[in-house]
C-alpha cells in the first residue's frame, strides 16, 4: 500500500501514556479490536466481551476518578516524521476526511471529521475509562476515534496479519463508525434497543452495526483508492484475511473449540468480509443496510 501519497490529517492527538485500568467503558461503538483480547476470555464464559468494561449504557459510569491522563496533545509534522507509525494513522485518516467529506458532499451535508487520539496503556473519555485491552474503538459521545498502537503488533502476534491496508481498514472501520453517529444510526439503534429488539445474536443489533461499518471501511477503500491508487498486489487479501481472524465464529472456535451464535457481537468471518467486500464493490454507502433483511 502506497500510504505515503495521502495527506496527514491534523486531526491526530497524543494523549501519552495512562494507567487504564478500573474504569468503565459503556459498551456503544466497541470497536473492530475490542473483541480480540477480551472475546478470548468473555466467550469461555458465554458473556458479550463489552458486558466485561463495565458501565452499559451509561457513557461516564464506573469512570476511575484516579486514572492519571494528560490532555491529549496535536500530532505535528515533526512527531509524526519521527514515528513511522503515527505518520501512517495521520495520512489513513487523512485520507477517510477527503473520502467522507467528498461523499457527505455529493448529498449536500457536511462531514464532521472526528478527532483520533493515540494512547498507551490507558485512556479516558466521554464513554469513561478504557484499557489497551478494549482495542481499537469509537465512543460516540466525544466523536473520537481511540488507538493504542500496541494493537497492530497484537494484531501481527496474534493473527499474523501486520499489512498496511489491514491496519487501514482497522481505522476505516472505527471511522465507519463514526459515519454513523452522524448519520444517526446509533440513534436508531439506542431507540430499538429501548423498544426490546434484540442486542446480541447472530442477527441482533450489535452483528447489524459492526457489519455495517465493515461496509463503510469498504466504501472508504474503493473511493481512495480512486482518488490515490495506492493499493498493490495482495492488498485487498490483508485487509480481508484480518476480517476473517476476527469473525466472532473463528475466535470463538479458538477460544473454546465450539461456535455460540446467540452470543455473537461482530459477524462471523464470512459475514465481515462479506459486506466489506460489498462495499469496496459498489463504493455506495446505499448498499451498506445491514439492518433490512437478512445478513
Known amino acids: 500500500m502506497l500510504w505515503q501519497k495521502g495527506r496527514r490529517s491534523d486531526n491526530v492527538e497524543d494523549a501519552g501514556r ?3 485500568g478500573g474504569g468503565g467503558f459503556g459498551g456503544r461503538g466497541l470497536g473492530i479490536g475490542g473483541i480480540i483480547l477480551l472475546a478470548i476470555i468473555g466467550m469461555v464464559f458465554f458473556k458479550d466481551p463489552t458486558a466485561l468494561l463495565g458501565g452499559q449504557g451509561d457513557p461516564g459510569a464506573g469512570t476511575d476518578q484516579t486514572t492519571q491522563q494528560q490532555p491529549a496533545r496535536p500530532v505535528d509534522d515533526a512527531a509524526s516524521a519521527a514515528d513511522p507509525q503515527t505518520d501512517f494513522v495521520r495520512a489513513i485518516l487523512g485520507e477517510t476526511e477527503d473520502t467522507w467529506g467528498e461523499i457527505f458532499a455529493a448529498k449536500g451535508q457536511q462531514y464532521e471529521r472526528p478527532k483520533l487520539v493515540l494512547f498507551r496503556d490507558g485512556v479516558r473519555t466521554a464513554c469513561g475509562s478504557a484499557s ?3 482495542g481499537p474503538f469509537y465512543c460516540p459521545s466525544d466523536h473520537k476515534v481511540y488507538l493504542d498502537l500496541g494493537f497492530f503488533q497484537t494484531m501481527q502476534q496474534r493473527f499474523h496479519e501486520a499489512g498496511d491496508f489491514a491496519r487501514a481498514y482497522v481505522i476505516a472501520h472505527e471511522v ?3 459515519v454513523q453517529n452522524l448519520t444517526g444510526v446509533f440513534d436508531k439503534v439506542d431507540g430499538a434497543k429501548r ?4 442486542v ?3 442477527t441482533g443489533l450489535s452483528v447489524r452495526q459492526e457489519l455495517q461499518a465493515d461496509c463503510y471501511a469498504g466504501v472508504w477503500a474503493n473511493h481512495s483508492d480512486q482518488r490515490q491508487k495506492w493499493l498493490q498486489a495482495g492488498d485487498i ?5 484480518a476480517a476473517t481472524a476476527i469473525g466472532d465464529d473463528t475466535l470463538q472456535e479458538q477460544a473454546q473449540g465450539r461456535v455460540v451464535p446467540d452470543s455473537f457481537t461482530h459477524g462471523t468471518s464470512a459475514q465481515r468480509v462479506h459486506w466489506f467486500k460489498t462495499g469496496l464493490a ?3 454507502m446505499a448498499q451498506c443496510d445491514t439492518f433490512a433483511g437478512s445478513l
Do not use: L, M, Q, T
Open 18 to 20: 495512562g494507567s487504564g
Open 132 to 134: 489497551s485491552a478494549v
Open 176 to 178: 465507519g463508525h463514526h
Open 195 to 198: 423498544r426490546g429488539a434484540s
Open 200 to 202: 446480541e445474536g447472530a
Open 237 to 241: 487479501e490483508s485487509a480481508i484475511n
Open 282 to 284: 459498489s463504493g455506495d
